[in-house]
């Protein structure tokens, strides 16, 4: 029996390491509610990622609920259909209406020159999402967002430590969020944050994950939980002490990726961007079936017989949920809709054997139209 590879497996420090960051947690019997692991790992993240301000949140999709609400915002939120189901649901679920950008089809993030067509005297904000690390053209973007007196909020959930023009990716916007989940680059088990620079934002977000409490006798906001606790904040802390060299394994992995599919014909591997410092959170190519030989699907049932799990990721657009059916028209995002049948991930985490990524080239390849 094979052994089952998965398109990811979370970064973890050893269980002694973590048995001794969360002994402090035992002694003073604080679990929750900013205690002294929070408050470190806030002040390390706030150093790592190069960002002026951040507020850590029990995960990402919370962090995203949160800063659109601390925005106040009102009516349309301009964003793209190509990403995971918590960008849409956090925009929905804040009673605000998305509506749909089409994609640049090398990098996969917001096509900035159908921004403008999109705007109406409805839009209170811009929303678009860093995909697999790539970063979207930010400066256009906030061009736009200037112009048309708009909120800019960024998912960075796939670009933990990345910088762009040696800035952290952060730092973009009026605010970003960053993903922690398991499956992330980084870890906290669970868990995410909001970084942004305004101070009154800061004050207003640090209320409404806390139940919109605003002392012990005064509630001024219909807040959410969206606490970190201290058992995440210490896993955070272990796992900031690997990240560089989890990134570092991961970019070896994604030039071996490289140099045995590029060039090959049918196969369109993700763009690489000038002035961005990757972290290799994702490998994804984009399958032409005709020119190729064989369909995304294909390729993915194949490598399945060998146990291997690459992910269709991200298929289906959220704008063609279920929940979601006859709100909106997918077609009207051409590119990300066929994009969307067409890409998927492939396996990539630090611990990763070089050997395996050969064989899932061996596989892909096997595939091939002769
Ligand atoms: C993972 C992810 C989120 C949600 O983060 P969680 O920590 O899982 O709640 C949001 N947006 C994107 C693009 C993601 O990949």
């Given at each position: 029996?094979?052994?089952?590879?998965?398109?990811?497996?979370?970064l973890?420090p050893?269980?002694?390491?973590?048995?001794?960051?969360?002994?402090?947690?035992?002694?003073?019997?604080?679990?929750?509610?900013?205690?002294?692991?929070?408050?470190?790992?806030?002040?390390k993240l706030?150093e790592y990622l190069h960002?002026?301000?951040?507020?850590?949140?029990?995960?990402?999709?919370?962090?995203?609920?949160?800063?659109?609400?601390?925005?106040?915002?009102?009516?349309?939120?301009?964003?793209?259909?190509?990403?995971?189901?918590?960008?849409?649901?956090?925009?929905?679920?804040?009673?605000?209406?998305?509506?749909?950008?089409?994609?640049?089809?090398?990098?996969?993030?917001?096509?900035?020159?159908?921004?403008?067509?999109?705007?109406?005297?409805?839009?209170?904000?811009?929303?678009?999402?860093?995909?697999?690390?790539?970063?979207?053209?930010?400066?256009?973007?906030?061009?736009?967002?200037?112009?048309?007196?708009?909120?800019?909020?960024?998912?960075?959930?796939?670009?933990f430590a990345e910088t762009?023009?040696?800035?952290g990716?952060?730092?973009?916007?009026?605010?970003?969020?960053?993903?922690?989940?398991?499956?992330?680059v980084f870890n906290?088990?669970?868990?995410?944050?909001?970084?942004?620079?305004?101070?009154?934002?800061?004050?207003?977000?640090?209320?409404?994950?806390?139940?919109?409490?605003?002392?012990?006798?005064?509630?001024?906001?219909?807040?959410?939980?969206?606490?970190?606790?201290?058992?995440?904040?210490?896993?955070g802390l272990c796992n900031l002490r690997y990240i560089d060299g989890e990134i570092k394994k991961r970019k070896h992995?994604?030039?071996?990726?490289?140099?045995?599919?590029?060039?090959?014909?049918?196969?369109?591997?993700?763009?690489?961007?000038?002035?961005?410092k990757s972290n290799y959170a994702?490998?994804?190519?984009?399958?032409?079936?005709?020119?190729?030989?064989?369909?995304?699907?294909?390729?993915?049932?194949?490598?399945?017989?060998?146990?291997?799990?690459?992910?269709?990721?991200?298929?289906?657009?959220?704008?063609?949920?279920?929940?979601?059916?006859?709100?909106?028209?997918?077609?009207?995002?051409?590119?990300?809709?066929?994009?969307?049948?067409?890409?998927?991930?492939?396996?990539?985490y630090g611990?990763?054997?070089?050997?395996?990524?050969?064989?899932?080239?061996?596989?892909?390849?096997?595939?091939?139209?002769?």
């Amino acid at each position: 029996m094979e052994k089952r590879i998965n398109v990811t497996r979370s970064l973890m420090p050893s269980f002694e390491e973590y048995i001794e960051e969360i002994r402090p947690i035992w002694d003073s019997h604080w679990l929750t509610n900013m205690g002294v692991k929070h408050q470190e790992l806030e002040d390390k993240l706030k150093e790592y990622l190069h960002v002026p301000e951040i507020s850590l949140m029990s995960n990402g999709h919370m962090s995203l609920e949160m800063a659109l609400q601390a925005m106040e915002l009102e009516g349309e939120i301009i964003t793209t259909p190509f990403t995971f189901a918590s960008t849409t649901h956090a925009i929905t679920r804040n009673n605000l209406e998305p509506v749909f950008c089409d994609i640049d089809p090398f990098d996969f993030t917001m096509d900035v020159s159908k921004i403008e067509t999109l705007i109406t005297d409805r839009t209170s904000a811009i929303l678009p999402v860093h995909v697999y690390g790539n970063i979207c053209q930010v400066n256009e973007i906030d061009r736009i967002a200037k112009k048309h007196g708009l909120k800019v909020i960024y998912d960075a959930a796939h670009a933990f430590a990345e910088t762009y023009h040696g800035q952290g990716v952060g730092c973009y916007g009026d605010a970003s969020i960053f993903s922690f989940h398991a499956t992330k680059v980084f870890n906290t088990i669970e868990g995410g944050c909001v970084c942004f620079s305004d101070e009154a934002f800061g004050i207003q977000l640090s209320r409404l994950k806390n139940f919109g409490i605003c002392n012990e006798e005064v509630v001024d906001g219909i807040g959410a939980n969206a606490k970190m606790n201290e058992f995440q904040a210490a896993m955070g802390l272990c796992n900031l002490r690997y990240i560089d060299g989890e990134i570092k394994k991961r970019k070896h992995l994604t030039e071996c990726y490289r140099e045995r599919l590029e060039r090959q014909k049918g196969i369109q591997l993700n763009a690489v961007q000038k002035d961005v410092k990757s972290n290799y959170a994702y490998f994804p190519v984009v399958i032409n079936a005709e020119e190729f030989g064989a369909s995304r699907d294909e390729i993915c049932g194949e490598l399945k017989k060998y146990q291997i799990y690459a992910r269709k990721y991200f298929y289906p657009l959220t704008s063609s949920f279920e929940c979601y059916h006859g709100r909106f028209t997918p077609e009207e995002t051409p590119v990300a809709w066929n994009i969307s049948k067409e890409v998927m991930t492939l396996p990539l985490y630090g611990e990763l054997e070089e050997n395996i990524v050969h064989r899932v080239c061996d596989i892909i390849l096997s595939l091939k139209k002769r």
